[in-house]
């Protein structure tokens, strides 16, 4: 297999590093805006000498984004060359058109590491999805806030001061608007949800609730109950309905989600023949992201590969109305829980934000979590 790598940030440079351990693939150009002369292939800023080569069989996109990325994906798999990527937002913005594309061409997409980062994920749920029902997906999918909430945990620091130190770990971005207000855990569920069902959602049709409201004092009230917030994103299909939400979630200790420290993820899913499966690994990072972005070159390389992991992708009107959870919410009057359909409950939290002087706090009750 003949790779050309789109960009060489974190994910980029890591994988190239794994690649060249790996018989069965090589980096032949790397496409980088600045010259890399310690680079033993080509490196080009032009990317129509990419498509244009017909040496040239994979792409593997590491630049992130929606533009360039996308016109580079688009024209790759137009000239029938095989995608792999890690980018998740691209992924969720532009998934029929992809795929589409991919079938027409006779060319393979693959984006494992957009969600769960080294963890076989995606894979794993295709392989169920194949020759089971999955009725739900839930878990942690944001490392990053993973990595906040705990140290608010365990540690004792407020918001702020855990995000900062997140930072300086290099997790968090400078901007830390999709981690923190949850969006990227979002697309992770987007696509997860997306593949379990065969379908196709819209990422901003999704409510999402981030971390941002969840401080010192929420976390000392939880704890003194035993629970503990994790940011969760939850699919199911009830009632020939699909459900998807994101928001704080409260485990009792007792749960395996509660422990999760770090950067880690932990995500489930459930069918009926099969039952629960979980899953659990590094959900960020260069050498374990850049290892699932290997994986799929190397599927593809082996040959068998579909077009995409499954090729039902029916358009798809979220509904939250059939689906019910246990949910606590804190409004500038009084913490109310109990169960509620989930629809009733988002719109709730939408009318007491409008109206309080607080931004009210919404988390749901999982695990056999009780306020
Ligand atoms: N910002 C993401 C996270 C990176 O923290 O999980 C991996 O997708």
Not at 71 to 98: F, W
Not at 231 to 258: F, H, M
Request: hydrophobic share 40%; charged share 25%; proline share 4%.
């Amino acid at each position: 297999m003949k790779i050309a790598l789109l960009g060489f940030g974190t994910v980029g440079s890591h994988f190239y590093e794994l690649a060249r351990e790996q018989d069965a693939v090589t980096v032949a150009a790397v496409l980088s805006r600045r010259p890399r002369p310690e680079l033993s292939c080509t490196v080009t800023s032009d990317f129509d000498e990419i498509v244009r080569d017909p040496e040239i069989d994979t792409v593997v996109e590491a630049i992130g984004g929606l533009e360039p990325a996308f016109s580079y994906v688009a024209a790759a798999l137009r000239a029938g060359k095989n995608v792999v990527t890690a980018n998740k937002q691209l992924m969720c913005a532009h998934y029929d058109e992809l795929l589409e594309l991919a079938h027409e061409h006779d060319a393979c997409l693959r984006c494992t590491a957009a969600a769960g980062g080294g963890i076989p994920w995606l894979t794993s749920l295709a392989r169920t999805a194949e020759m089971d029902e999955v009725s739900a997906v839930e878990g942690i999918l944001n490392g990053t806030t993973n990595y906040i909430l705990n140290a608010m945990t365990e540690d004792g620091l407020g918001y702020a001061e855990a995000l900062e130190k997140a930072q300086e770990l290099g997790l968090a971005e400078k901007d830390p608007t999709a981690d923190v207000e949850g969006l990227d855990t979002r697309r992770k569920l987007v696509l997860s949800a997306n593949l379990a069902f065969g379908v196709s959602l819209r990422e901003e049709d999704v409510p999402c609730i981030g971390i941002t409201q969840i401080g010192k004092r929420e976390v000392r009230l939880a704890k003194a109950r035993g629970l503990t917030f994790k940011l969760v994103g939850r699919a199911e299909r009830v009632n020939g309905k699909i459900s998807a939400y994101v928001c704080p979630t409260l485990y009792p200790d007792s749960a395996p989600e509660a422990h999760m420290t770090g950067a880690e993820n932990l995500i489930s899913l459930y069918s009926e023949r099969i039952g629960k499966q979980s899953f659990t690994g590094e959900g960020a990072g260069g050498f374990p992201t850049a290892s699932n972005v290997l994986a799929d070159c190397l599927a593809i390389a082996r040959g068998g590969c579909s077009a995409y992991y499954t090729d039902k992708h029916a358009p798809c009107e979220l509904d939250n109305s059939a689906a019910e959870a246990e949910w606590l919410m804190r409004t500038d009057a009084a913490i109310l829980s109990g169960r509620k359909p989930t629809a009733e409950q988002f719109a709730s939290y939408e009318s007491y934000k409008a109206s309080d002087s607080n931004v009210p706090l919404l988390a749901r009750l999982a695990g056999g979590a009780k306020w």
